[in-house]
Nanobody, 123 residues
């Protein structure tokens, strides 16, 4: 099975920076797309940024030019560098990955979610 674990969240003042990390572990053959989502209380979970296995990135308009997604395929990790943080960025941030596994002589691809890490931007 596969587990995703996020880290790096916390409390930061407006204009500050944080770097989130997500580590994937388990019976992993390879990982296709990796993504960061966030969800604020009372709102839908929303895609923040995505990155393909080849390094192509995309961003929500609200974070473009402020956030940077990157990955390390050798380490099965994805990162989100968040700069110029705003109070409206406050949310739980979730890592999501499409993971290829091989168990019981079967290749599978499934989406997995981490448990989330809280980011609070406040003065």
């Amino acid at each position: 099975q596969v587990q995703l674990v996020e880290s790096g969240g916390g409390l930061v003042q407006p204009g500050g920076s944080l770097r989130l990390s997500c580590a994937a572990s388990g019976s992993i053959v390879s990982i296709n797309d990796m993504r960061w989502y966030h969800q604020a209380p009372g709102k839908e979970r929303e895609l923040v940024a995505g990155i393909t296995s080849g390094g192509t990135t995309n961003y929500a308009d609200s974070v473009k030019d402020r956030f940077t997604i990157s990955r390390d395929n050798a380490k099965n990790m994805v990162y989100l560098q968040m700069n110029s943080l705003k109070p409206e960025d406050t949310a739980v941030y979730y890592c999501n990955a499409d993971v290829i596994t091989y168990t019981t002589s079967v290749y599978r691809i499934n989406g997995y979610w981490g448990q989330g890490t809280q980011v609070t931007v406040s003065s």
